[in-house]
């Protein structure tokens, strides 16, 4: 029986949800299965995968062949590698010893890569929020400026009429002020040639 290690759909439209399986290659993508080795969840940054390591290197031992994307999450979870030290073990080229430091080494290693990735993205993302607020901030004070402009621009609109209706009632009593006066004039006028 050809045995696949390969992806197993779960999950809803749209966001995607894998098991890693050992399967029949000739069982449908979802159907049944040997055994759940592990998941993979690549709607999260960077992607979740829980796998068990031995698990995986027993059946690859046993002659079960991954997929390329499984191969690809094999090796990124020393799998592969762990299977391949093992190879050395039964070939006498190392101890069991010497294959778990190696092991374990890479994983150190690896993981302090994981946690680079995660650092930085924790960064980029506080950086592009600080981006966001400072725009916002900047939008925002614009706005408040304009706001301000508005305001003085009516204040000035309202109290130029009443400058004008100043002037004009200045101008109009200037106005009846000479009427009086040419009136007063003019009556005086009447006055002294009735006089006469």
Known sequence: MPVKIRLQRH???????FWIVA???RSKRDGRYLEKLGAYNPNTNPATIDLDVDGAVKWLQNGAQPTDTARAILSYKGALL???LAGGVRKGALTEEQAEAKFNAWLDEKAGLVDAKKENLAKAKADAKEKALAAEKEVNAKREAEAAQAVADAEAAANAPEEAETTESVEAEAATEEV?????????????KTEE
Do not use: F, I, Q
């Open 11 to 17: 999950g809803k439209k749209g966001k995607p949800y």
């Open 23 to 25: 399967a029949d290659s």
């Open 82 to 84: 762990k299977n391949h």
């Open 180 to 192: 009086v006066a040419e009136e007063t004039a003019a009556e005086g006028e009447a006055e002294e």
